[in-house]
């Protein structure tokens, strides 16, 4: 029986895109439709995403919309915008009658604003249309902006056999029934209840006495990152979104939180690497340079910085004191990798609520574990600084600068994200360049001073 | 109707701890039955992670086992640990009754070895046990370490209306039905249906007639980041687990997966910061300690290298070359950053399935891309050189020497994660002070060696 079982193990093979490429260059209509029914939207998109702009285009206009508005949400945002400028607002209205309310303003969000108007006005189902055009005056980061207007919503003075009938015409609108919504004669949300509780019910009893009333919702002006974390504590699949008067508008679907926190995670990664934008390995130089550049010069400048001050203390140009000079890439490196670890601890903290209890103790708390550490490494260092150079004033010195510069780097990785999280900004843009940086040259000054007043010269 | 609503925006307070603390010293079990009774398991988790491991111990025996094993499930997991050495074997084998088969078993694979058998002698559904002993069979990263053994399966010969019966039996214990598996009778999947297939469906037809045979399947031994992988990809909420005959064993559900794509950005973002062994804020300096201080190790060596390569051109400590030695943090900073940048692109993109084309053309793209980045870097940096210093020759040989270590630094960081990939090796260790270490060493090396060439010192 395994063989009527499609095959997830899906290889997106230079064979295959070969095969696609032949078929299209013969315009080879009917194999190229035979090959590509077999598979999934998602792996169609896999295949687009490596053909070039007119191959792609040559695909989307071969296959049915239905197909094709899920490959379109499939393909790499790079690409699915030069497509979507090969399409009329007409053949794009079509796509977009064929998605979910989400997707399908998703899809209008991304064309440029002359483009958006346009699309709209050729969308035949005036209800569509109607919630489409609602769903994108929404911020787009907002659990408005998230929501689809799919949804099975029942009101609470009906019974489980009526209830059943009409969720038949409803269900068939909606991709995935998680959970059927009751409502007051207002529209007001009032609980909820699953297919399975219909089910096991019987056909005379009143949904007023099914429906669970301890129902999670959001506000339709939630930020979607506290939706997903709402999403994530309890577990749910779904969640209905409602406006100031409890009026049920939407509902968001685990699946677009996956998405959600897969994009923060993406960025934050990002950033703590030094790259803004969003970009990935396939865009282009210039876009990646953009992305890139900017914290580049930050570390530029940071340079800068430790040349001159290393230049205000050339006077320790002395017989044994150069050997100082040697360590300061040691010290600078130290000073970043101590300050980008205890940032990340935080970072991730705060991102996760794991972070409780007030700035100070955990500055004490970081000024130990760095004091630990910092001892360690300062002991191995010392004894090789002694051993290679046989100086013990020497090594002293620079090993007790190491353990203060390692203090001072933990508790400015753990002191800005907070202050920034305090201030209401993201404490992730403290990760990183930003850290290794302000680390850098704030440690070579520090280790300058302690081992010239060490060494008394 | 709103305030018959369970409020979402719950607020762990320092007040409300205190208050759960009072009545816990005070033995005040209505009042504290009561206070709790109003929150969700979930919620009840956080307040416990805040209370001392008695007074956690001493809201679990209180609370009923239905609530308390799904607290346990939400505990952190250093608490649970603590809070099972507290319960006997029995106490344990009550709340993991409680659990779904897989919750179950995560929390019986996390006792030691020793009281894992005490644990599971003592459950006292038959089945319950059978199950959950299979569950611990299986490796914790693969599919079946994730999956539950709770699912509703019918068999293809059943009726609609025979279905329907009997699924209210079966649906009873499994807490969301997602998808019906549908099995032939030697228990290999054939399929799936709906719930909501189901109820549009007439009662007479036949199972075999409704069956959607192109039903995605992942096996057994399959890795969870996989399985992650293609549930996120093809939008699943839910998806069977089968063996090598195709027999149908357990089912995965997306919040589980929701948990799996968490922990693992989670671990790459520490590991990209020189964290390793996934612990949070809140664990003791010790576990930090160990987390922290390898990778911190591994900096000071590459500390010492840079150190000997500095004391190496010591000869370059003439006059106007004295001046080289300033700009060494620059350099060390620039390599890293670049490694970092480059490395972390590529990770993402091995980690997204974007990373396709040969190993040469992303190294010729890198290359191209730390050139132009160099270039507008090195052009700043001997302007600032020359204008501060009025030497073009030293202004030119730092800032040719900075093109070089650039250009380097990026082709280290794309090619060390795509080579220990190619070699099935995590190339998320790749990141984070591992890039920025040895290209402090190779980038410092490399600048003194052009900027000697240059000078004709």
Redesign the interface.
């Known amino acids: ?2 063989e ?3 095959n ?1 193990q899906f290889q ?1 093979t230079d064979e295959l895109i070969e095969q696609v490429e032949q078929f299209i260059e013969a315009q080879n209509d009917k194999e190229l439709h035979k090959l590509l029914d077999e598979f ?1 939207y ?1 792996d169609i998109a896999e295949i687009l995403d ?1 053909l070039n702009l007119e191959e792609a285009v040559y695909v989307i206009k071969l296959l049915d919309s239905d197909t094709t508005s899920d490959i379109l949400m499939e393909l790499d945002e790079d690409n699915r915008e030069k497509v979507l400028k090969q399409l009329s607002a007409k053949e794009i209205a079509e796509e977009v009658g064929e998605l979910d309310t989400d997707d399908a303003a998703d899809i209008i969000a991304e064309l440029p604003e002359a483009r958006q108007k346009d699309v709209i006005d050729q969308i035949e189902d005036e209800e569509h249309k109607a919630e489409i055009t609602e769903l994108l005056a929404y911020d787009e980061n907002s659990a408005g902006g998230l929501m689809a207007k799919e949804l099975v919503k029942v009101y609470e003075t009906w019974t489980v056999a009526g209830c ?1 009938r009409r ?2 015409g409803q ?2 609108e909606v991709t ?2 998680h959970s059927i919504y009751v409502v ?1 004669k207002e529209e ?4 909820r209840l ?3 509780d219909l ?2 019910a019987k056909s005379e009893q009143k949904i007023a006495d099914l429906v669970k ?6 506000n339709v002006h939630d930020d979607v990152e506290d939706v997903a974390k ?1 999403m ?4 749910l ?1 779904a969640i209905p979104v409602v406006d100031e008067n ?1 009026i049920l508008l939407g509902r968001i679907t ?2 677009d ?3 959600v ?2 994009e923060e ?2 960025k ?3 950033m ?4 803004t934008g969003d ?4 865009d282009s ?1 210039l876009e ?2 953009r992305a ?2 900017p ?3 930050l ?2 400048v ?3 910085g ?2 001159l001050i ?2 205000g203390f ?1 006077g320790l ?1 002395t017989g044994k004191a ?2 100082l ?10 000073a ?3 300050g ?2 205890s ?4 970072v ?2 705060l991102a ?1 609520d ?3 209890g007030s700035v100070n103790s ?1 500055l004490i ?1 970081e000024m ?2 760095a004091a ?2 910092g001892v ?2 300062a002991l ?2 010392f004894l ?1 600084v002694w051993a290679f150079k046989g100086e013990i004033n020497t090594a002293l010195a620079i090993s007790v600068s190491l353990v203060a510069v ?1 203090i001072v780097a933990g508790l400015i990785g753990t002191f800005v994200p907070l202050f920034l999280n305090k201030r209401g900004i993201d404490p992730a843009i403290a ?3 930003f850290i ?2 302000s680390n ?1 040259i704030l440690g ?1 000054l520090l280790y300058f001073w302690i081992a010239k007043m060490i060494l008394g010269i």
């Open positions: 029986m395994s009527e079982n499609e997830i997106l999934h998602a490596e059943m969720i038949r269900a068939k995935r029934v007051n007001k949300l009032i609980g699953s297919l399975k089910i096991v009333v301890n129902v999670d919702f959001v709402i994530a504590k309890y577990d699949e409890q685990i699946d939180i996956v998405d926190l897969k995670a993406d934050d990664y990002q703590a690497a030094g790259i970009v990935e390995a396939d130089i990646l340079t890139r550049l914290w580049l010069f570390g530029l940071g340079g800068i430790a040349f290393m230049e050339e140009f150069v050997v000079f040697f360590f300061t890439p040691l010290i600078a490196a130290m970043g990798n101590v980008v670890q940032s990340a601890i935080i991730q903290g996760n794991d972070v409780r955990r708390k130990l574990l630990l550490n360690i490494l191995f260092l090789f390692i990760t990183g360049p290794t940086t850098d070579i």
